[in-house]
Nanobody
């Protein structure tokens, strides 16, 4: 069964760094355009960053200059490097990606990974 799986979350002090990974389980042809979103308790899910299949990127203003999204196509994995973390970055982080397999393109969401930044 094809799934999208995030990992790499944890508890870090303010100013610290984490690298999140978004990869697939099951056999796919490739991972396409991929987005990271986050959702803090009591708040709506918000866009964090995106990377296209060609490698173009864009970021939310709140993370620009601190977060970097990248991809390893050979591993069907997308990363989110998060530096200079702030307490307001605390949230569940979710990966959303277009996965191609069986001749079709599907939209998937992962279950999320928790990031907690202590002040």
């Amino acid at each position: 069964q094809v799934q999208l799986v995030e990992s790499g979350g944890g508890l870090v002090p303010a100013g610290g760094s984490l690298r999140l990974s978004c990869t697939t389980s099951g056999s796919i042809d490739n991972i396409g355009d991929t987005n990271w979103y986050r959702q803090a308790p009591g708040k709506q899910r918000e866009f964090v960053a995106t990377i296209t299949s060609g490698g173009s990127t864009s970021y939310a203003d709140s993370v620009k200059g601190r977060f970097t999204i990248s991809r390893d196509n050979a591993k069907n994995t997308v990363y989110l490097q998060m530096n200079s973390l702030k307490p307001e970055d605390t949230a569940g982080y979710f990966c959303n990606a277009k996965l191609r397999w069986g001749g079709r393109l599907y939209d998937y969401w992962g279950q999320g990974t928790q990031v907690t930044v202590s002040s």
